[in-house]
Each structure stands twice: as structure tokens, then as C-alpha cells.
């Protein structure tokens, strides 16, 4: 795909805006949210899916990641940009690793 640093940039601060957003929530809030919860967007004129997904890691320990797809390869492939926050009672929220992505298949 080729690279368009002006979506790059509009994707980047939409993760940065949502997971700003999120990071207000407390543990008990984000227990509350959907798995997943998508919307299609037009970012930087390219149609995109949006997403906001919620893992349980351990009980108490939840992550949030904030994910942008966008079709590639005539829609038979996607690239994906994505920031996340683990929650765990009693601690701020902090942000996800790209281990804590990766292995959780974000």
C-alpha cells in the first residue's frame, strides 16, 4: 500500500482522541463496555473501519484497544493502526504495550 502521510496523520490523532476519551473511564466502566463496537468511517478519504475493542486479560485486568483498517489489496487484505490501554483496579490506566497488542491479536 502506498504510504499518504496526510491519513497517517488524521489516524493518528483519531487513535489519539478516542483512547483520550477512554483513558477517563474507570476499571468498573470499561467491565461494562461491548467486545467490539464498529463503525465505517471515510478518514483522510479512504473508507475505513473503526473500532473499539475490549479484552478481559485477567480478571480485573482489562485492555482497550482503538483500532483503525483500512481495505488494501482490493479488499482481500488490510492495514491496521491501533493504540490500546490496559486497566486494572486500584491503577491508573497506562497504555498498551505492542507486546500486550500483539499477543492479545490486536
Partial sequence: ?????????????????????????TPAEVATRPEANGEKRIIGGYKCTFTVLHQLLKPNRHLVTVQVARPTRL????????????????DEPRDATEEELRDTGG
Avoid: T, Y
Fill in 1 to 25: 500500500m502506498k504510504s499518504d502521510p496526510a491519513f497517517e496523520v488524521e489516524v493518528k490523532r483519531l487513535l489519539q482522541e478516542r483512547v483520550a476519551s477512554l483513558r477517563r473511564l
Fill in 75 to 90: 479488499g482481500m487484505a488490510s492495514s491496521h493502526w491501533e493504540q490500546g490501554l490496559v486497566f486494572v483496579e486500584g
